[in-house]
């Protein structure tokens, strides 16, 4: 059984930062591309950031960059979301995605999501 398993969300004040992880079970990775989105209450999901499986290639949204990184480690088929000078509004349910398609393809249609893990930043 395919599984990816968010870690890392918790309680963080604004200017902090928090590192994610994705782990994956059930296949190898290797290939896919990642990505990871977040929900907030009352708002629809929102794409945050995708590494390809080739050239490790990297995305992220506007809201975002400069201070999320992403990265992927194949060896252990884990995937992280490295968050740094959090403010209020990146409190979301953030979710962990695995495409088959090796270059990262823009929307929410993905063979893989994780459960989610809660991020709260307090001001």
């Known amino acids: 059984q395919v599984q990816l398993v968010e870690l890392g969300g918790g309680l963080v004040q604004a200017g902090g930062s928090l590192r994610l992880s994705c782990a994956a079970s059930?296949?190898?990775?290797?290939?896919?591309?990642m990505g990871w989105f977040r929900q907030a209450p009352g708002k629809e999901r929102e794409f945050v950031a995708a590494?390809?499986?080739?050239?490790?290639?990297?995305s992220y949204a506007d809201s975002v960059k400069g201070r999320f990184t992403i990265s992927r480690d194949n060896a252990k088929n884990t995937m992280s979301l490295q968050m740094n000078s959090l403010i209020p509004e990146d409190t979301a349910v953030y979710y962990c995605?695995?495409?088959?398609?090796?270059?990262?393809?823009?929307?929410?249609?993905?063979?893989?999501w994780g459960q989610g893990t809660q991020v709260t930043v307090s001001s």
């Open positions: 995605a695995a495409d088959r398609r090796p270059l990262w393809t823009p929307g929410d249609v993905h063979d893989y």
């Open positions: 059930g296949r190898t990775f290797i290939g896919y591309s």
């Open positions: 590494i390809s499986a080739v050239g490790g290639r990297t």
